[in-house]
Nanobody
Framework: QVQLVESGGGLVQAGGSLRLSCTAS????????VGWLRQAPGKGREFVAA?????????HYADSVKGRFTISRDDAKNVVYLHMNSLKPEDTAVYYC??????????????WGQGTQVTVSS
């Protein structure tokens, strides 16, 4: 079992950057693939990025964020980061961290954080 807590959201102008953190509690964090998903007002939840668990660490990105967002992990600190650059107003959403233990792509997200709000002003 793992508990996930997101942080780092906020208000930023278009073209700016933010770094989101997903901090996990529990054991064997390196056995979990971790992803970021987002939900904009009035829309469904959509995939943003994911990173495989320790033995692989492959990454996957939605087309809408490729080249602008980077996902990384630091298993020694039990943290996964989402570095977001060149932010656009359409990136405005609640961003959720999710985890899948020992899963393979495409992941089946078993654990979820509570979400963090990202607002990009034009």
């Amino acid at each position: 079992q793992v508990q996930l807590v997101e942080s780092g959201g906020g208000l930023v102008q278009a073209g700016g950057s933010l770094r989101l953190s997903c901090t996990a509690s529990g054991r064997s964090f390196d056995e979990y693939a971790v992803g970021w998903l987002r939900q904009a007002p009035g829309k469904g939840r959509e995939f943003v990025a994911a990173i495989a668990w320790y033995s692989d660490s492959k990454t996957h990105y939605a087309d809408s964020v490729k080249g602008r967002f980077t996902i990384s992990r630091d298993d020694a600190k039990n943290v996964v980061y989402l570095h977001m650059n060149s932010l656009k107003p359409e990136d405005t959403a609640v961003y959720y961290c999710a985890a899948d233990r020992l899963g393979s792509w495409p992941y089946d997200w078993e654990y979820w954080g509570q979400g963090t709000q990202v607002t990009v002003s034009s």
